[in-house]
Structures are given as C-alpha cells and as structure tokens.
C-alpha cells in the first residue's frame, strides 16, 4: 500500500524557518520525481519544489533562493527547509509525485487523478 506522511507544518513569524518531511512507503521512492505542493484556501493547486530522479531541482520562483528541497533514500524521506518565510507562503503543503513544472491544478491537490499524494500538513506564517 503507498503511503505518504508529511509533518513538519507549523505557525511561525514571518522570518521564521520550517522543515517539512515526508515519509514514503510502498513505491520505488528512489526512482520517482517527487514535489512539494502547496494550496492555500481558494487558491490553485501548485508546484512549489521539484526534485528529479537524476537528482536535478525546479524551484517557483515565488520561493527561490528561500526553500531547499532533499531527499535521503535510505530513509525515503522527502524534505523541503523553508527560511525567510513570508505571509504568503502560508498554505497546505503536501508531497506527492504530481504534476510537473508549468502546470497547475483548480482542484484541491490531493484529489489531483494522478500520482501519489499526502495528507498535507499546514503551515501558517504571520506578519
């Protein structure tokens, strides 16, 4: 059975710094693109952070420069160290192998038809 557990989500000042994990089960981890997605109420589904099978990274511009996205396969844990954290990058963040860079999604991200996907976890940041 596949499961992804995210965690890591939390209320923080903006400045501040989170680190989201997520936990992988059931699927080869290692050879898959894994994202990080986020959602805020009302707002699309989108790519925040990419990490490729070959080890390349896609990042939004939105968070450039602020997040960094890893994966350690031993533990098939996805990461994404967020810091400089701003008002606007609160919203549900979830893992998954969704879709790729370029795209985006009008429904709510777990119910995107394809791929895996978490739970979500929340991370609000206040000004």
């Known amino acids: 059975e596949v499961e992804l557990v995210e965690s890591g989500g939390d209320s923080v000042e903006a400045g501040g710094s989170l680190r989201l994990s997520c936990t992988a089960s059931?699927?080869?981890?290692?050879?898959?693109?894994m994202g990080w997605y986020r959602q805020a109420p009302g707002d699309e589904c989108e790519l925040v952070s990419m990490?490729?099978?070959?080890?390349?990274?896609y990042y939004a511009d939105s968070v450039k420069g602020r997040f960094t996205i890893s994966q350690d396969n031993a533990k098939s844990t996805l990461y994404l160290q967020m810091d400089w954290l701003k008002p606007e990058d609160t919203a549900a963040y979830y893992c998954?192998?969704?879709?790729?860079?370029?795209?985006?999604?009008?429904?709510?991200?777990?119910?995107?038809?394809?791929?895996?996907w978490g739970q979500g976890t929340q991370v609000t940041v206040t000004s």
């Open positions: 998954a192998d969704g879709f790729p860079p370029g795209q985006v999604w009008d429904g709510d991200c777990p119910h995107y038809p394809f791929g895996y």
């Open positions: 059931g699927f080869p981890f290692d050879d898959t693109d």
């Open positions: 990490i490729r099978r070959d080890g390349t990274t």
